[in-house]
């Protein structure tokens, strides 16, 4: 299960630190663009992202089967990790200025590819059932 695991937080990783674009929209979904539209927008959207998360918790199942129901809980904390960890892997200017003068502060800035790796297998192996 642990290598199958770091292989699926592997190609997810690879896969969403390669659309930073879509993790900035996920970190502002709950903050900013679910707050800013109609009713009949966000219900259309909700209903998509139900769509597609059930697509992505039938695929994490079918490679992780002992994930079991939690492969939904790992699909949204996917998209909210993905969020989260995009918006330290671009600092602004003067964020990177303090990293160049201060190389201590350097260690955080985040690599969203390594750090949702990481974040990803700890979930994975978290939400494991317990026997």
């Known amino acids: 299960m642990a290598e199958r695991a770091a292989a699926v937080a592997e190609i997810l990783s690879r896969s969403l630190s390669g659309r930073v674009v879509l993790c900035d929209l996920f970190g502002a979904q709950g903050s900013v663009l679910e707050h800013n539209v109609s009713v009949e927008v966000v219900a259309r959207y909700k209903r998509a992202s139900l769509d597609r998360l059930t697509t992505m918790t039938a695929l994490i199942q079918k490679y992780l089967p002992e994930l079991?129901?939690?492969?939904?809980?790992?699909s949204l904390q996917t998209m909210v990790m993905a969020g989260a960890l995009s918006a330290y892997s671009t600092?602004?200017?003067s964020l990177q200025a303090a990293y160049q003068a201060e190389a201590d502060l350097a260690r955080f800035h985040?690599?969203?590819?390594?750090?949702?790796?990481?974040?990803?297998?700890?979930?994975?192996l978290g939400v494991l059932p317990r026997r």
């Open 110 to 124: 985040l690599e969203l590819k390594d750090y949702l790796k990481l974040a990803l297998t700890a979930t994975l």
């Open 91 to 93: 600092p602004p200017p």
């Open 68 to 74: 079991g129901e939690n492969a939904t809980l790992f």
